[in-house]
């Protein structure tokens, strides 16, 4: 089955992954949405999301 992860990048450097819970298009806007606000308050505002598919 196919996930599809994205990594955390900060100052060019993966700092963590994370994966939604479901693969709904709509589902993921939201989950990427509401962790880019979470993740800005964390590392800053240097964070980048790069989406990848594992099979």
């Known amino acids: 089955?196919?996930?599809i992860v994205f990594d955390v990048a900060v100052d060019g450097k993966v700092k963590e992954t994370i994966?939604?819970?479901d693969l709904r298009?709509?589902?993921i806007h939201?989950?990427?949405q509401a962790q880019s606000t979470a993740l800005?308050?964390?590392y800053g505002s240097n964070v980048y999301?790069?989406?990848r598919?594992?099979?």
């Open 1 to 3: 089955m196919m996930k």
């Open 19 to 21: 994966q939604p819970n």
């Open 25 to 27: 298009l709509k589902d």
């Open 30 to 32: 939201n989950f990427v």
């Open 40 to 42: 800005i308050e964390k």
């Open 49 to 51: 999301l790069n989406r």
């Open 53 to 55: 598919v594992i099979y």
